[in-house]
């Protein structure tokens, strides 16, 4: 599409969006909301953008911005060729042989625009003098690719090189990956949804007992977050759009619940009475008869044992009565006589 179509196209509908050339867009607005949104570009000049252009377009972006243009068009006898390249970056993965040093062919580079290292970007590739060729800007969930020279022949032989369709195609899958870096929470907690730039007006929650449940974004429309709060299953939910995963969360069950620490007497007491606990407390000693107290806290204690002893105590008691009472018979009966 063309740069001066911005205005007339809806970007949320796109993954990821290549733009080459700064002289013909007319709303950059529109660009930074897709960035911001968590929209995905890679921004490269074209053969006829001018400093000012593109250092304002850089600048809009806040990458890395240019201070001067090195070189001349179709003019190969001022070259320069890469620097150096982190072959750590995910862009790379799988680009090149097992057990085989990583080396990429440098182009020669006649023409682009000479930028500097900036602090929150990531500098992918470097030239031999310092200065950014492939560089990538992080924001909260938006993320920037910045060439500084423009692939056509006017300024290098990069697209003749074999790593320019590998690296192109690397790139567009880099940044198109649906699967967002999940966050972890824990069982019961809320987590926040963004609601910008959603399109439609449902929400579909895939929760990891595979039951699904559905937001209406209508009663939602005054709200740029909403604090999803139904997560009292442990596992991995999915937050869907239009039939598009936008965020990813993992609930895990309370680390605390598994910690084998030993309490202190206090300490339980102190539990039992914050939880109002109304039953009855069975204290079990490691040389204790664990099977026989636990018998006994579900189904009381043998009371034989207790009722043998009253009747032995009630024997005696008749004993010793009746013994006493025989004693005052005959002492009646001698005096009687």
């Known amino acids: 599409r063309r740069l001066d179509q911005v205005s007339a196209m809806n970007l949320n509908n796109f993954d990821v969006v290549f733009i080459m050339g700064s002289e013909r867009i007319n709303n950059i607005a529109r660009v930074k909301e897709f960035v911001n949104n ?10 006829n953008s001018s400093l000012s252009n593109f250092q304002k377009l850089c600048q809009e972006l806040k990458v890395n911005v240019p201070t001067n243009i090195v070189g001349k068009l179709n003019d190969v006898s001022t070259k320069v060729s890469f620097g150096s390249v982190d072959y750590e970056h995910p862009i790379f993965v799988d680009l090149f042989q097992k057990n085989v040093k990583k080396q990429i062919e440098s182009p020669d580079i006649n023409y682009y625009f000479k930028t500097p290292v900036k602090s929150n970007s990531k500098t992918i590739i470097s030239l031999l003098d310092n200065s950014v060729f492939l560089s990538e800007t992080e924001f909260e969930n938006g993320k920037v690719i910045l060439f500084t020279s423009a692939p056509t022949f006017k300024c290098s032989n990069f697209p003749l090189k074999g790593i320019f369709a590998p690296l192109m195609n690397k790139l567009v899958f880099y940044l198109s990956a649906r699967n967002k870096e999940i966050k972890d929470y824990i069982v019961g907690q809320s987590f926040p949804i963004k609601l910008v730039s959603l399109l439609g007006n449902q929400l579909l929650i895939n929760k990891p007992n595979n039951n699904q449940e559905f937001i209406n974004l209508d009663s939602l429309k005054q709200m740029n977050y909403f604090d999803y709060k139904n997560t009292d299953i442990a596992g991995s939910y999915s937050i869907l759009n239009n039939n598009r995963i936008i965020e990813n969360a993992s609930f895990n069950t309370n680390p605390l619940e598994s910690r084998l620490g030993k309490m202190s007497d206090s300490e339980f007491d102190e539990y039992l009475n914050k939880i109002n606990f109304q039953g009855k407390l069975f204290t079990v000693q490691i040389n204790d008869d664990y099977k026989k107290l636990i018998y006994s806290s579900r189904f009381g204690s043998e009371l034989w044992r207790y009722f043998l002893l009253i009747a032995l105590l009630l024997a ?20 009687q006589k």
Do not use: Y
């Open 38 to 47: 968590g929209g995905k570009i890679v921004f490269m000049p074209g053969t």
């Open 316 to 335: 005696l008691v008749e004993m010793f009565i009746a013994r006493s009472s025989k004693k005052d018979l005959i002492g009646l009966d001698d005096k």
